[in-house]
């Protein structure tokens, strides 16, 4: 096959070049007779020698080896076996995989982190009255049944000082004393100043008791620091009974040890978030907290005020609810992180209540290398934004190196996961919905771009090297379409069909020339100026209008209608406000309005991503764009109407074999155009006084 | 043949002053926009001698083959591990120290992956290959039994003592050319072993010499180091290359002699068009833009798109669809010139700045630049007419859309550096900055050296003396510079070879300054306190700033451009965008202010800032109205911000409609009334400077409005 693919491009260029047998570099002669006549090769030349250099570069990632150079120069070497034998494997893959890496940069930068509160668990320092520091870990905004505490640090009120505190537990220490109100006199004489605020701005010291901390908290052996955490005796510490650990998960030193620099064996959690159940209930307190005048201290004390009873608590209260979505987190006293706490993540900025680091990670996804190339500690909310990024990776690196398809790329509904990625699948992507979905019945994730029941079993979270396929995401998967990092990459509708358009069909966005004047037009695909690409652009935007901008969540046809009655306008124009953040007012009218980003296309719309990859992939530009991405960073250039005739071959070959991508590598790299890329450029020509 | 060929020069020559004619007796039009179309579809081109020549010269490995070759040759460890390994004697950093110098894409800012290489990245492969040389040489040949031949990785034969004639330096230095460059050393076309026998031979005796510096090496082991260096570092490793012959031979067309093809009659065109045009620019004196010209350039370009309502073209009512920044949307605390004006029950907006004798009005977001408005020169209402950050990129630096992705232009900043800086030490510098070298007309020199940070500077420029010492590794850096010269002559195509010839004699220049004690980032801040390194938004690219007014006092640098992130704010981000405008602008101000006070390092009596250009872009403006994340989108219009000796202060140009925020048609260009464009800027600053602006740009007109008298 591949020999007739080089016969094919081998034949046009003689036609496009009378001088051909003259000028052909014996190299490539050589690979053109390679078949019949495979022993009768002459001694290299020099551009024989530079020629196998580049291709173990293209194939095998790097420069031959002196073993390897010895090799090609015996007699009988046979270059086009040894082609098709380095049409596979890890490096063959990472080349391909950079062509579509450097087109689609599927990696997010600082601006975007992972790390919400519903998963995230902060913690604080706290002394006991025998001087003891602990750390307490929390969840921001966890709901509680006491008033001191509820949306707040678990340990307030009467709880805490900002001196140390006598424990009741201890003979001979000082008796409790509890806060005393501001300005009072302590046992000391001295003014007791009032007990410390647990908020976001709380100070940076504060006392406990053991009583109060063991009332309040729970001693947890968590998922980040034990292998068999799910176990009902873990035992397995990370460097410790555990100490085959992947060398790529590294907890960074301050989650490995106490205060007291001692190693940590357990964890001291607020009672709430160690709460394994998978559902709870929605609790209302009919609280209604007044706004708290300037100048006035919340109550117990607190730096926020009360939390109030959410709207949807208020309707729903008492209903069962999963403790996996954010909801829960937000109304249900019950809903904690789970067995080990493996649906939270933890953050070792200590007592600054902000996101702080938890584990080495590389800094840059680098494909072709064996292993990083770096690594730091990295905040919190890298941890699984680095993982997103590896999975488009990975199945990128599989998609080639098991040369399949490549309208998989846009279609298929299988990937790769890691402990991580089954972590973040199972346990912490679903916290990210719901909110303003609540109000159309939707509270948690119903139908995800990635089932979880799709994940395979025993997956770890500590398991960062170890890659298991899954056959399936579910019916909305497409490709790298619907994996989070390309959703998050490109965070809007438009931004994500523009990036298809240019990336998959060759094509751009841009208007030169035109006039944008002012209008008020809503339909950019009509609106003068606009038009020129948004006639295109906005229809294939509509394919993302079920996934929410800046997040992957699905939101269904069975709540999200395309064109939603419930939002009808009213006399005044206006749509009802819990619609406006999923239903255009602009495309609204006393019937209903249409879903955000629908306009152009309903159809679309209702298509999901999983049109816009069949679509895309159905396309005469697919095929031969892919073709000029992949033969333009072999050859070093872009391609110009003068290589037309090589992309036309090259394109007949790769749909000829089913769009697999080794039929086109394997017919590029034998080109002539290969053998002889890298080095021209007509001015040069010129400057000598022109070629021969 | 001769005749025939004569006969298309005829034709094509023609054909070139018929387009002349036509562009100068035609009345102006928007530029043509030529659609690339296969040569033979073109009436008359079957009579016609076509260039099918691939357009492009040599190019460089890829950065994760030539990493990936490094570990492999030096054995076969993760990029960790060697890191580790090399880390402990202080010949190397971090690999990420070294990512964008080594032309790594990185993915997470967008920025795209090298393709040229230049001063710093040469130094780069320097500090790379001495330390993996060096490590070569103590696991293969040092200690006091070294590993038998067969287990070494690097050095596979004897080393004897002393010198060496060239017949026993041949055979053990073609196992090493074979090992690195891929072939025997007998068909290099350059006299190569000779070369690297007088190393050899000069290193080893230098070691043995009475009062030699202290080394870890031995004589013989530092002559092998150097030779190690040599290859490692050499041109041939770095780039893939084809051999004369082959070029020769690569050339479809039929002909010898020298023909302008398509490309250059359609340049020639242009040309033509472009100097017809630019001729009749009324008052504007030509100045030369030459090496011994006193102009610098700072460009510093806010990523993401900026909002202009917050700072050159205020808006603080709700007319149309803008919805100007409130309290509602934007947090106004810290933001020093926000001074509340009332806006809605609850609501407040800000009071548009118009300080004491200023005909400009700002918005809160300018900061302390406020306080130099005769100094500023805005331009607003600037036509975008796009909205995709790579393309919103290019266009406000090179004055081009891209096309099919890549740019067609070169960045503004390496213009600048090739009309006024290829003899300096650092042309251009580009700190993420979206800087381009493309075109046939540019010095290899001045290819933007392209780092993360202005630290890893130092780190590239640092160097280990424990193995080596800095004339050894210039004696290597010296003849592999001899060796790129020579291959470009053995070439039909010099230019890359030639540029890292250039390149490497830059590295020999910039060793031996000492910069690494003038540009460590902790020697940039304890020179230049004034700038705010504590910044929430900035403060570590405050020290770019300092870099560029430390290097142009000393004259290292032409032109010093970077990026400043942060501006995409499309969500809740929004509310701090004032604050984060307020940061970038003071930081302008402060850096404009230590150019007053800073003598210029040519021009006697002269400040820096007589002769420095600073201008500000973005990719693009924001969305009048506020989206449902209370942030804003992307928008086609933008405006740019110039402070220039020689454009106008207290001065704005162009402007955007009231109600819709789009550019509005100000001035009759050639081409008729339209808006200002950044190719209008970017020729005004050409013109402004004495450099053709036709030379770099299509497009654009001078705007003549901006410039001084």
Known sequence: VTVLALADVYRLDMRRRPLASRLVPPLVALVAASVSASDARATPTLD????????????????????????????????????????????????????????????????????????????????????????????????????????????????????????????????????????????????????????????????????????????????????????????????????????????????????????????????????????????????????????????????????????????????????????????????????????????????????????????????????????????TGKWFPRWWSEEALVFLRHLFADDRDFRDVLTARDTWVNGPLAQFYRSVAPANCCGAEASFGMTQELEPLFQATALPPGMLPHDVGKWEHVKDRGPHAAGILTMPIFLEKFASRRARGATLYTAFLCKSFVAEAVELAPSSEPNLTVRPGCATCHATLEPLAAYFSRVEETSWTFLPQQYFPTQNPACKKNAQGKLPGFCNTFYDADFGDDKGALLRGAYASPAHANAEPAGAGRELVASPDFARCAVTRVTASFLGRPLTSDDDALVTKLTETFVAKGMHPRALVGALVRSPAYATANNLSSASVRAHGGAK | VKRLANARVVVAVALAALGLVAACTKPAKPPETVTSVPVASLPGHESLAVDTTPKEESRLVPPEAYLRTYLHLFGGTTPLEAQKRARADGTFDSWDDYFAALGFPDYRIDMPRGTQTNALMVATFERLGVSLCDRAVLHDLAGKTPPPVKERTIFSFDVPKGTMDRGEFAWRFDVLHRRFLGYPAMLAETNRTERFHELHATITARHSAAGAAKSRFTPEQAGWAAVCYGLVRHPEFQLYLRSRSMNDDRCACDETLPHPGRRDVLRLLGAGAAAAGLASVPGLARAEATSESPEMFIFIHASGGWDVTLWADPRNEKRGIIAPATTENTDPNGVRLWVDAPFDEGIRTFKPIRPQGSNLTFGPGIGELSTMFDRLCIVNGLAMNTVSHP???????????????????????????????????????????????????????????????????????????????????????????????????????????????????????????????????????????????????????????????????????????????????????????????????????????????????????????????????????????????????????????????????????????????????????????????????????????????????????????????
Request: hydrophobic share 35%.
């Open chain 1, 48 to 379: 024989d020698y530079r020629h196998f250099r580049a291709l173990s570069i293209d194939l095998q990632g790097r420069m031959p080896t002196l073993e390897e150079v010895t090799a090609f120069e015996k007699p009988g070497f046979d270059l086009d076996r040894w082609i098709e034998a380095h049409l596979t494997g890890q490096q063959y893959a990472d080349r391909l995989v950079r062509v579509y890496m450097d087109l689609l940069r599927l990696d997010v930068g600082p601006a975007v982190q992972f790390a919400n509160d519903a998963t995230t668990l902060y913690r604080r320092t706290v002394t006991l009255a025998d001087g003891r520091e602990v750390y307490v870990y929390f969840r921001k905004g966890q709901r509680r049944l006491r008033d001191e505490t509820d949306g707040d640090f678990c340990l307030g009120g009467a709880d805490v000082s900002r001196e140390p505190m006598a424990d009741p537990k201890h003979k001979g220490r000082p008796a409790a004393h509890h806060v005393a109100p501001p300005a009072s006199a302590s046992a000391s004489g001295k003014p007791t100043p009032p007990p410390p605020a647990m908020g976001a701005n709380a100070p940076m010291k504060i006392f406990t008791t053991e009583k109060a901390l063991d009332e309040n908290t729970v001693a947890v052996k968590p998922w980040w620091l034990y292998r068999d955490y799910a176990s009902a005796t873990p035992q397995q510490r990370y460097r410790d009974g555990w100490k085959d650990a992947d060398p790529g998960y590294q907890p960074i030193d301050p989650l490995l040890v106490d205060p007291d620099k001692k190693p940590t064996i357990e964890i001291r959690v607020c009672k709430e978030e160690a709460q394994e159940a998978e559902t709870g209930h929605v609790h209302a307190t009919a609280r209604k907290p007044k706004p708290l005048p300037p100048g006035t201290q919340p109550p117990f004390p607190r730096v926020t005020n009360l939390p109030p009873d959410s709207a949807y608590a208020t309707q729903h209260r008492g209903e069962s609810v999963s403790c996996t979505n954010r909801i829960a987190q937000q109304s249900s006293p019950e809903c904690g992180c789970g067995r080990g706490l493996e649906r939270c993540v933890p953050t070792a900025n200590d007592d600054r209540l902000q996101v702080g680091n938890a584990f080495v990670l590389p800094l840059h996804a680098v494909p072709g290398q064996d292993g990083p190339i770096d690594a730091v500690a990295q905040q």
């Open chain 2, 391 to 709: 393309d919103g990129s290019a266009f406000s630096t090179t004055g081009r859309h891209l096309v099919g992705g890549r740019a067609p232009s070169p960045s503004i900043d390496t213009a600048m550096a090739n009309e006024f800086g290829k003899e300096q030490l650092f042309p251009a510098i580009s700190v993420s900055f979206p800087s381009f070298y493309v075109g046939d007309n540019l010095d290899r020199r001045v290819v933007p050296l392209v780092i993360g940070n202005i630290g890893s500077i130092t780190r590239t420029l640092s160097r280990s003396q424990a193995f080596d010492t800095d004339d050894d590794r210039d004696l290597v850096t010296a003849m592999l510079s001899n060796e790129a010269h020579d291959l470009a002559t053995k070439a039909a195509y010099p230019d890359v070879l030639n540029g890292m010839g250039l390149q490497l004699d830059l590295l020999r220049r910039m060793l031996k300054g000492n910069l690494q004690d003038v540009f460590s980032a902790e020697a940039l801040k304890k020179n230049r306190p004034e700038l705010n390194y504590k910044g929430r938004f900035h403060g570590n690219n405050a020290v770019n700033a300092a870099f560029a007014v430390e290097a142009m006092k000393r004259n290292l640098v032409r032109c010093v451009s970077f990026a400043l992130g942060g501006f995409d704010t499309h969500a809740n981000n929004y509310r701090t965008h004032a604050l984060l405008q307020q940061e970038v602008f003071d930081m302008i101000a402060t850096l404009v202010r230590i150019m007053d006070v800073s003598p210029h390092p040519t021009k006697q009596g002269a400040k820096l800032s007589d002769h420095t250009h600073i201008v500000v872009v973005s990719d693009f403006c924001r969305t009048p109205q506020i989206n449902r994340g209370m942030g804003r989108d992307h928008y086609p219009n933008n405006s740019a911000l110039v402070i220039s000796p020689r454009f106008k202060g207290n001065f704005s140009f162009g402007q955007a409609d009231s109600e819709q925020l789009l550019p509005v048609a100000t001035k009759d260009f050639k081409s008729g009334k339209r808006a200002i464009a950044p190719p209008d800027l970017i020729t005004t600053l050409f013109k402004a400077v004495g450099v053709e602006p036709r030379k770099y740009l299509r497009d654009g007109e001078v705007v003549t409005e901006l410039l001084r008298a």
